[in-house]
């Protein structure tokens, strides 16, 4: 019923430029939040950026004036733009889609993971 899609990703070299996106068929769903996560081998997932239905955003401070996250509400789609890459944000990362219908729950959708290599 819900089913998200990721394209992009890959290898970039350090300082180079990135994007990936996402876009969901979420049926009767509506959207609370869309976001990124990523996970590098050993580590917790951990979150990149956030985006709410309002048009809020988060990062994670690593990330900070590197990445940007935009979305296209109707289309359901989220982007996340990465600048300046560093080696360290090599990872797989994950599309996430936090969702809510009649019942107000609210209900967690992730993407597939696209991998992010960074380097020379």
């Known amino acids: 019923q819900v089913q998200l899609v990721e394209s992009g990703g890959g290898l970039a070299r350090p300082g180079g430029s990135l994007r990936l996106s996402c876009t969901a068929s979420?049926?009767?769903?509506?959207?609370?939040?869309m976001g990124w996560y990523r996970q590098a081998p050993g580590k917790e997932r951990e979150l990149v950026a956030r985006?709410?239905?309002?048009?809020?955003?988060n990062y994670a401070d690593s990330v900070k004036g590197r990445f940007s996250i935009s979305t296209d509400n109707a289309k359901k789609t989220v982007w996340l733009q990465m600048n300046s890459l560093k080696a360290e944000d090599t990872a797989v990362y994950y599309c996430?889609?936090?969702?809510?219908?009649?019942?107000?729950?609210?209900?967690?959708?992730w993407g597939q993971g696209t991998q992010v290599t960074v380097s020379s």
């Open positions: 996430n889609y936090k969702l809510h219908r009649y019942d107000f729950r609210e209900y967690d959708y």
């Open positions: 979420i049926g009767g769903f509506s959207i609370n939040s």
């Open positions: 985006v709410t239905s309002g048009g809020s955003t």
